[in-house]
């Protein structure tokens, strides 16, 4: 029996918005705008907060490597969300796309987060003296990127493609125990990283001009990490659909033989 009706008006609504040619219109129609705002406001971003942005009173210059390293860092915890959430459709509701967003979302947000380790020992060399310290926060983010190689690895670790699809998912649930843990580290240890400067609980303790070019440059990497996610699915989708139609003339060469 499908578990669309299994889980009722809910599951129904996941799968008419799976379906592969809806999806395929609409992310074509979106990944323009995704891919253009993207470049163009990281952009802005970038050179607003590398070139124009005042240095820092404490840290000089080197503070110009927050505009990539906070975004890459924020956008790889979001990323690994983004997995969990896919895997979480894949495992309850046999959403027809989640296997597909979650392969193609992991190797997106290993390089984001292989970004934010790089920029994370730049900055922490002047800083610290060190390239790297076994912090609890860079700690942390190197078993977020660990993790990331692990869902990739499982992805294609059996030959049959839905178990390696099952074993990552479940992977990647079990995995989301990290994310507090790099959340609350800087709290919950003595660590060397400076405690978060923007919080929800109360207002930034950035000064304004280095404030707004490092919320324009995230902007720019989560229009961009979306538009690169999207494009990679809309891909893994046709390239599912020509082999299934390259089968379905293999079986029927056959058969007329």
Known sequence: MSNTNTFGPAGLNLHRFANPGRFLRLSGAVLPWLAVSGVV???IGLGWG???????????????????????????????????????????????????????IGPVGAGITAIC?????????????AWWVWDARMTSVLVLFFLYLGHIALVRA?????????????????????????????????TLHQPA??????APSMAPALLWPLLVSA?????????????????????????ALLLARARNDLQNA
């Open 219 to 243: 902007i720019g990497f989560n229009l961009g990490f979306a538009a690169v996610v999207v494009a990679r699915l809309r891909a893994a989708v046709m390239e599912r659909r020509i082999r």
């Open 50 to 104: 590398l070139f124009l942005a005042p240095a820092d009173w404490q840290q000089g210059d080197a503070v110009r490597i927050m505009y990539v390293h906070v975004p890459a860092a924020w956008l790889a915890s979001l990323g690994y969300v983004m997995l969990a959430c896919a895997s979480l459709a894949s495992l309850v509701w046999r959403h027809p796309l989640a296997d597909l967003a979650a392969a193609e």
């Open 41 to 43: 406001i990281t952009a």
């Open 197 to 202: 400067s923007i919080t929800l609980s109360g």
């Open 117 to 129: 380790l790089a920029t994370g020992s730049l900055w922490g060399k002047p800083m610290w003296g």
């Open 158 to 190: 059996f030959d049959d493609q839905q178990r390696g699809y099952r074993a990552a998912a479940i992977l990647a649930l079990v995995g989301v125990v990290n994310l507090p843990i790099i959340k609350f580290s800087v709290e919950w240890w003595n």
